[in-house]
């Protein structure tokens, strides 16, 4: 059975392959053929746009004396030919209208392909040009388009090609000239190849079969020496993350980033795999949820082709505690001399205890009296009379707060002179190291030195320096010292030798 698919080969006009009739002046195209394979015995050349009978005869009568098929196949694909008309006849001798046939079909100004779609046919191909009844006046359509390699600036690595295509509605396509960097226009024939480095211009026009001339298009574009190979393989890490328990286990989830860079031709491609599975590739960062230990192995490869050795990160999951909604526990109490009634003599001091089974405390704080919540770092010592409350709480590392608690308590003079032999000299002096700051009465009877006590006993000098810290706290709160004088008694402490062997016994143990 003969095939009637279309072949869509571009073919042109040969001569000798087609014998063209003279134009046929009615509205009846008829082609011919014979036992001729390599051409229509018969074809018209052109024709008047619109309704037109198209006649085919392949028979006895045209000539075919072995009852050899043919088709009548109008192109509907190739590039630069109309392709408003579909039309595919079989015909041959012995066929049921004994091998002649029409079909009546509307013609557009243009150019339309034709064709045998018979295998071993190929050559029977020629060209209808149809006018639309007057002077062709409209000139070519015509563009270009710039092809290669290029960098991120838009510059074409060692070459670049420029297609020149045109198309004409009216009397058809005639010539393409183009002109480079200002030399003759020339005819163009294949794409224009341009390999030298540097600024390029590539001006092109079209002329028509009626003489129409198009306006001359222009492209321009650069031409740059490509980079070097690039063959150096991309470098690329990965960081593990998650909250994580004291042994180093992720709590949960642990979230694996891997970042690749590449300084030649830029990072491709970014792919991991997961205990041991198949590299897939890396898109987003790798979230791992199973408890037990994982291993992630990971790669990059460049645009080169450069693959980076392979790399591997190894880390523990482990099922998260249950929720700590507990707060910690709280305790606080006062030491001190007192009297009959229990009142504190001279001082009292305030040590708050906190405890929490779950997170762990994360902060101790307390108030005293009035004053606004501190941090709990140490034992607090109340040395002003009067009666007083410290109120305390504590936070655990989940958030928790525990309820705030209280100690009440009262602190009396311990005579009519606090401080009999009140240490009276015009500065703060701690050892041998004379401060500058005035040693002023505290309101009590006692001054800075006095509080300061450096030769009471203390277990070892860190105890030594806190004390100062914590007799020094409330003299800041009541305008007693600024805060910079503050500092400059707890350095001048912590630079003594208070509290040390040397300042006990005299020697070094």
Same mark, same amino acid.
């Given at each position: ?9 571009l ?6 392959l ?7 002046a ?21 024709a008047?746009a619109?309704?037109?009978?198209i ?6 009568a ?5 009852g ?9 694909t ?12 079989l ?9 002649r046939h029409?079909?009546?079909v509307?013609l557009t ?9 018979i ?22 359509? =015509? #563009?270009?388009? %710039?092809a290669?390699? *290029?960098? &991120?600036?838009?510059?074409?690595l060692?070459?670049? @090609?420029? +297609? /020149?295509?045109?198309s004409?509605?009216?009397s ?14 020339v005819p ?6 341009v390999?030298? =480095? #540097?600024?390029? %211009?590539?001006?092109? *026009?079209? &002329? ?7 306006? @001359?298009? +222009? /492209? ?5 020496e490509p ?5 150096t393989p991309?470098?690329?890490?990965a960081q ?10 992720y709590?949960?989830?642990?979230? %694996?980033?891997?970042?690749?860079t590449?300084?030649?031709?830029g990072?491709?491609e ?10 897939v ?14 291993m ?14 392979e ?12 929720e700590?909604?507990?707060?910690p526990?709280?305790s ?41 919540w501190m ?34 308590f ?16 015009a500065t703060?002096?701690i ?5 500058g700051?005035?040693?002023?009465d505290?309101?009590?009877g ?22 100062v810290?914590?007799v ?7 305008g ?16 003594s ?9 005299g020697?070094?143990?």
């Amino acid at each position: 059975m003969v095939s009637r698919a279309l072949v869509s080969v571009l073919l042109f006009v040969a001569a000798g392959l087609v014998a063209p009739s003279p134009a046929v002046a009615a509205a009846v195209l008829t082609w011919t053929a014979d036992d001729d394979i390599t051409r229509y015995k018969s074809a018209p050349a052109q024709a008047e746009a619109g309704a037109v009978t198209i006649v085919f005869e392949n028979s006895a009568a045209t000539g075919n004396a072995t009852g050899m098929p043919h088709t009548l196949t109008f192109d509907t694909t190739t590039p630069g030919y109309n392709h408003d008309v579909s039309l595919n006849i079989l015909a041959g001798p012995f066929d049921t209208n004994n091998g002649r046939h029409e079909a009546t079909v509307t013609l557009t100004p243009g150019r339309y392909r034709y064709f045998c779609a018979i295998p071993g046919h190929g050559q029977m191909a020629g060209e209808l040009v149809v006018t639309g009844g007057g002077p062709d006046t409209t000139a070519p359509t =015509v #563009g270009a388009e %710039v092809a290669g390699e *290029r960098n &991120t600036a838009g510059d074409y690595l060692g070459r670049a @090609t420029v +297609t /020149v295509a045109a198309s004409d509605e009216g009397s058809g396509v005639d010539t393409i000239e183009h002109q480079l960097d200002g030399g003759g226009f020339v005819p163009y024939t294949n794409p224009i190849e341009v390999g030298a =480095v #540097g600024d390029h %211009v590539v001006r092109y *026009r079209a &002329t028509d079969r009626a003489g129409n001339v198009s306006e @001359t298009g +222009t /492209v321009s574009f650069r031409i740059v020496e490509p980079p070097q190979q690039d063959t150096t393989p991309p470098t690329v890490t990965a960081q593990v993350s998650g909250s994580r328990d004291p042994s180093g286990a992720y709590l949960g989830t642990a979230t %694996v980033t891997i970042s690749a860079t590449d300084a030649g031709s830029g990072v491709s491609e970014v792919e991991y795999s997961l205990d041991g599975g198949a590299f897939v590739a890396y898109a987003a960062p790798l979230v791992v949820n199973g408890a037990g230990a994982h291993m992630v192995h990971f790669r990059a490869t460049d645009a080169a082709g450069n693959r980076s050795a392979e790399q591997m990160v190894g880390f523990t999951v482990v099922v998260p505690p249950a929720e700590d909604t507990t707060p910690p526990q709280t305790s606080a109490s006062v030491a001190g001399e007192r009297d009959a009634t229990g009142a504190y003599l001279g001082r009292a001091t305030v040590t708050v205890v906190a405890s929490d089974a779950g997170s762990g405390v994360a902060a101790v704080e307390y108030a005293l009296d009035a004053e606004a919540w501190m941090i709990y770092r140490m034992p607090v010592v109340v040395s002003a009379t009067g009666s007083h409350t410290l109120r305390y709480r504590a936070t655990d590392a989940a958030g928790n707060i525990a309820s705030e608690r209280t100690v009440a308590f009262t602190v009396v003079p311990t005579g009519a002179d606090p401080c009999p032999a009140s240490d009276t000299r015009a500065t703060v002096i701690i050892g041998s190291e004379d401060t500058g700051v005035p040693n002023v009465d505290t309101g009590n009877g006692c001054t800075v030195n006095d509080l300061i006590a450096e030769h009471a006993p203390y277990p070892d000098h860190g105890t030594f320096v806190r004390h100062v810290e914590a007799v020094t706290e409330p003299l800041v709160a009541a305008g007693t010292l600024t805060r910079r004088q503050q500092g400059v008694i707890v350095r001048a402490a912590a630079r003594s030798d208070v509290g040390t062997h040397i300042h006990r016994h005299g020697v070094a143990q």
